[in-house]
């Protein structure tokens, strides 16, 4: 089974490195991007008996490693 | 004292901190894969570095290290913990302390000099010091701009939990003298029992006045005084 877990700043906190690529776009006169927030993709190939096992499986790594969620939100996408 | 110095893949700072440390005894280097500290251990010290090469997020894998539950254990005997830079990274990763380290708010890695004010000299770090004052110390970090929910905020402040914050030579804390746009400057907290304490600035390179001065001392003859 195949899955994407996003890993994304919460809103409200600040991402410089968000902000840098917005102004980079600005300065690359690609116009009409109001703002950029930069997150994390990961792919992953897992054993899971059904979706609601793998989305389990899934959260469970999010909460204990793939995101600190003081500052970041998770999305899980089980394909 | 009885020092110990957690050793991660990566860590690059273990051997000024045991320079430090011998002023005061024989530390002991411990590899992360171990599961016990010596027997005996005042102070555990976690180095600066780049542990893991800072994937996925500085101080996120080291911190499930499986030295970090013998760490934990020693903490919650009130034992004392040092995490330094990338230390202080692994020790909010591993929730010994609150809040969280974000990339700088110019987005530079930053390698310099810096004033940081003692804000107070009533723990078993900073005896050595006295409040207020502005200690010269060395910065070299891209992941020190803390930051923590406005209730943790208040939380640690109202508690006194701040150690350091960055200022001037004179110990006024500006908005120029915040290096990496800390909330509040935080350049340092304790944990909530004042044992552990995470700090970005570099104390362990400031004890030789050959290179920069002896600000550092301080920190180490504070836990010296105290074991």
């Known amino acids: ?79 | 004292m009885n020092a110990a110095v957690i050793l991660f893949p990566g860590s690059n700072r273990e051997g000024d901190v045991v320079r430090a440390l011998k002023a005061h005894g024989a530390p002991k280097i411990v590899w992360h894969a171990e599961t016990e500290l010596p027997p005996g251990t005042d102070l555990v010290v976690l180095p600066g570095g780049f542990s893991y090469g800072d994937y996925l997020r500085c101080g996120a894998i080291a911190a499930h290290a499986p030295i970090m539950a013998a760490v934990r254990a020693h903490a919650a005997r009130g034992g004392l913990v040092l995490g330094i830079c990338n230390g202080f990274q692994i020790l909010v990763e591993f929730g010994l302390l609150p809040g969280v380290l974000m990339r700088n708010a110019n987005l530079r890695f930053i390698c310099r000099m810096q004033h940081v004010r003692v804000e107070r000299s009533d723990t078993k770090f900073a005896s050595q010091y006295h409040q207020g004052q502005a200690i010269k110390v060395a910065i070299a970090h891209g992941e020190g701009n803390y930051t923590a929910d406005a209730q943790t905020i208040a939380r640690i402040e109202g508690e006194g939990r701040v150690a350091f914050r960055y200022c001037d030579a004179h110990g006024k804390v500006t908005g120029s003298a915040n290096p990496n746009g800390s909330t509040h400057a935080i350049a340092g907290i304790y944990s909530e029992r004042f044992n552990v304490l995470g700090l970005m600035p570099h104390p362990e390179n400031l004890i030789d006045p050959l290179v920069g001065g002896i600000d550092g001392r301080g920190l180490f003859a504070s836990l010296a005084a105290a074991v």
């Open chain 1, 1 to 79: 089974m195949k899955a994407r877990v996003v890993v994304t700043l919460r809103n409200g906190i600040l991402d410089p490195q968000g902000k840098a690529i917005e102004g980079a776009l600005k300065a690359l006169h690609v116009d009409g991007i109001r703002s950029v927030r930069q997150g994390k993709i990961f792919d992953v190939e897992l054993d899971a008996a059904d979706r609601g096992a793998a989305e389990a499986l899934l959260r469970e790594a999010c909460e204990k490693l793939l995101a600190n969620q003081v500052v970041e939100d998770f999305q899980v996408e089980v394909s």
